[in-house]
């Protein structure tokens, strides 16, 4: 079984090694809480002089936000992704405008928990913050962007300002780590996956002899995977999934394994524009959180699949093959755009050869060649002998 394993990998370890070579040792990435705490009691309280000193001049008190929406305000830089320039156009919230007076509230009223939470060093869900007041935010997805807007405003990462979000994602594998609690968590169960952590800023004592880590788009094709018994024939590997577009916290996961371990990063995903979407967001980020590009991307990622040009290499029943809506082709001409795939010229054949074929196909759509195909064959064969792009 051992030279079986071996020989699996020889691609793999070919890209790892490479990977390690290459990577760049970053030794003053991570500041000092301390630090960090007095910039957000800084910054929230200049803001708090300002909204006083402008009542005070019989002003009406306004708050300047970066447009977290525009790609106007996004720059790219391949080794890091998308990410907000420094220069960022801002949205402007008037405390006498009815359109923009409820958010001014919202805002103050976030500000004030974050400041108490972080002077008492405590921390507060997203969901208990909308359940305390419910009047005021009106929904959880209120909150949600106020905690972004004030992260972006206030220049700190969003797990500085001691807010946490409950995590959609699930990982197994090969790994094993400490929370910042203490608890030991092992992921190396094949029946069960383990839940993302909520605070994956505090995960310590990071421990792992995989050889790679492989996203996987869907939780469907996840559960596969464990039911497979995936990780233990194919092991030592990590698989994680976000459950279709990703939560912060589980991009924060993946981008932590790829700082500590420094192995390849795979995706596996529908072979159709919305799955190659999301694997994006992975490897370039995306223009609602370009602020915290540097602590969210993974640009080493690869495309495993499903991609594609196996399609027609595998033979895969026309049945099984989906054609492409005019929704999917607006959206595959509106990735071809983006400025990242400049740099991808193997990823921009396989969307032209979609664009070209107008059929897609989910990963579900292997079984249609033999109920195993995907665990047994697929993917075996595709790290083996290095079918990424």
């Known amino acids: 079984m051992g030279s079986h394993v071996a020989e699996l990998f020889t691609e793999t370890d070919k890209l790892c090694a490479q990977l390690l070579i290459n990577a760049e040792v970053v030794t003053d990435c991570q500041r000092v809480d301390k630090e960090i705490n007095n910039e957000i009691f800084t910054r929230i309280e200049n803001i708090i002089l300002e909204i006083v000193t402008s009542l005070s001049k019989d002003k009406a008190p306004v708050l300047a936000l970066p447009n977290r929406s525009s790609w106007v305000n996004i720059s790219f830089d391949s080794a890091i992704g998308l990410q907000m320039s420094s220069e960022s156009f801002v949205t402007t919230i008037r405390s006498d405008c009815p359109s923009s007076v409820t958010k001014f509230a919202q805002i103050l009223k976030m500000l004030s928990v974050i400041y108490r939470l972080v002077q008492s060093n405590s921390y507060a869900t997203k969901r208990d913050i909308y359940y305390n007041n419910t009047q005021l935010f009106g929904s959880q997805k209120t909150v949600d962007n106020i905690v972004d807007d004030i992260s ?85 590997c990590i698989i994680i999934t976000g459950k279709g577009v990703p939560d912060v916290n589980s991009r924060l996961m993946v981008r932590k394994l790829w700082d500590t371990l420094h192995i390849p990063i795979f995706a596996l995903v529908d ?112 790290l083996r002998y290095g079918g990424w792009v």
């Open 271 to 382: 072979a159709d524009p919305h799955g190659i979407e999301i694997m994006c967001i992975y490897k370039y980020g995306s223009v609602a959180m370009s602020f915290e590009a540097h602590s969210l991307t993974v640009p080493s990622l690869m495309w495993l699949g499903l991609l594609p040009s196996d399609l027609q290499r595998l033979r895969v029943p026309e049945d099984a093959l989906i054609p492409l809506t005019k929704r999917d082709e607006s959206k595959l001409s509106s990735l071809l755009q983006r400025p990242y795939l400049t740099n991808q010229p193997e990823w921009q054949k396989e969307m032209e050869l979609m664009k070209q074929s107008k059929v897609k196909a989910e990963i579900q759509s292997l079984a249609a060649i033999a109920p195993d195909f995907l665990t047994s064959i697929y993917l075996p064969n595709k």
């Open 152 to 236: 972006c405003m206030l220049k700190v990462p969003r797990r500085s300002l001691h807010v946490l979000a409950t995590s959609k994602g699930l990982i197994s594998g090969d790994l094993c780590y400490m929370e910042e609690d203490g608890t030991r968590i092992d992921c190396h169960s094949s029946s069960a996956a383990v839940a993302v952590s909520s605070n994956i800023g505090g995960i310590r004592d990071i421990v792992s002899s995989a050889k790679f880590v492989m996203i996987v788009e869907k939780d469907a094709t996840f559960q596969r995977l464990l039911d497979d018994d995936f990780c233990t024939k194919l092991s030592p």
